[in-house]
Structures are given as C-alpha cells and as structure tokens.
C-alpha cells in the first residue's frame, strides 16, 4: 500500500522551514512499506525509517518532533482525507461527516496493514493519546460545532445536549464501522442514521401522550 494508492492526502502543516512534499511523502511512505514487511511500531526507530525513506535522520525530525508525531500523520494520510462540509445545512454536514465515517470503515476493513497498526497503536498509550489529540478528537470538535450552528439556525432543539447529540449521530456508524465487522456499511447509511436522528431531535415537538 503506497499513499498514491488512495489519492491526494492532506499534509500536516509546516514547522519551521518549508517542507518538501516529495521528501515528506517518501518519509510517509517508508514508514508504511516497513509497516508492510511487518515490523511491530516499538521497532520503527528513526533511524531505520531515514534509511528506508532514503533521508538523513536530521530531514525527519525537522518536520516531526519524534515518532509519535510522524505515525500520526503516517495514519492521516493513510485514511481517506477530511471532507470539506457544504454548509448548506446541518443535515447535509452531518450527511458529509458520516459518510466520511463509512468510508474510512470501508478502508479499515479492506486494509489489513491499517487494522493491525490501529491495534498496534492501542498497546502505545504515547502513540494512541497522540492520534487522539490531533485526528480524533478534532474531527468529534467539528461534529458538535455543525450541531451548534444548527441549533442557532433553528435545525436543532436549543435544549439538546450537543455532546450527546454528537455521539447519537456517529455511533451507530462507528459501531457498524468497527465493533460489528460482519455488519454491512451500504450507501446511504449516512443518511439514514442522521435522519432517524434528526426524527427524534429536530424543532418538531413531540406528540402529546
């Protein structure tokens, strides 16, 4: 599995000197063809990866501060990359969101290299805080802030939890996505996850018992 394999990927933004794609996109690249060979992330040294990317040692860490940082990016740009919202509405941003979701299910599970290196990072507390911190944890930001916009326009009750709402949207997707494999991931489950939510959340009051 190469990065070209699955298109364009979003790149980290620069620290310091300007970056070379190319350089960053070798380095990226070496990291996962070592990962490929089924070397463990505990035995993935600087060194070895500057041997396999063909760069000096001092090229990687002037673009990451150390390995926890570069295996990051090596996963973000191994998954399909962020969406940009159409900001037409909360219903077609969070639409957007969970088909980001679903494919990332779809690549996870057609990717055996991306499944044992999500299980590899588990066993790295370092590793796993760092990938929460600058994937995960942004991508749920930006769910709860389309959640906010539709409550100030009106598309969601005001009285709403937003962090509840937030996790009623993506769990039923990260469910199918990860904990059930078996379970199918069709076109269209995005939206119908958001509207059997929104059935249950949008401005419409509840029927009188």
């Not at 990065?3 to 070379?20: E, H, Q, Y």
């Not at 990051?72 to 909360?90: C, F, H, I, K």
């Not at 980001?100 to 790295?124: C, E, F, P, T």
Request: glycine share 8%; net charge negative.
């Amino acid at each position: 599995m190469t990065l070209a394999d699955s298109g364009p990927r979003s790149i980290a933004p620069a620290r310091g000197r300007p970056r070379s794609e190319a350089v960053e996109i070798a380095i990226l690249e070496g990291v996962m063809k070592l990962l490929e060979e089924g070397v463990p992330l505990a035995e993935l040294s600087i060194e070895r990866i500057a041997r396999t990317a063909g760069v000096g040692k001092a090229t990687i860490y002037r673009r990451w501060n150390g390995k926890e940082e570069l295996f990051v990016d090596v996963m973000r740009a191994a998954e399909p990359p962020d969406p940009e919202l159409p900001g037409t509405s909360m219903r077609e941003d969070l639409v957007v969101l969970l088909e980001s979701l679903r494919q990332r299910g779809l690549v996870n599970r057609s990717s055996a290299i991306l499944h044992n290196v999500y299980a590899q990072m588990k066993s790295s507390p370092r590793i796993w805080n760092a990938y929460h911190a600058n994937v995960i944890n942004p991508r749920r930001e930006l769910g709860k802030e389309v959640l906010r916009r539709g409550q100030q326009n009106g598309e969601l009750r005001a009285d709403v939890d937003v962090e509840l709402a937030n996790d009623m949207f993506t769990g039923p997707m990260l469910l199918r996505a990860i904990l059930r494999p078996e379970a199918e991931l069709p076109e269209g489950l995005a939206e119908q996850i958001v509207d059997a939510v929104l059935a249950g959340l949008g401005p419409v009051g509840t029927p009188e018992p």
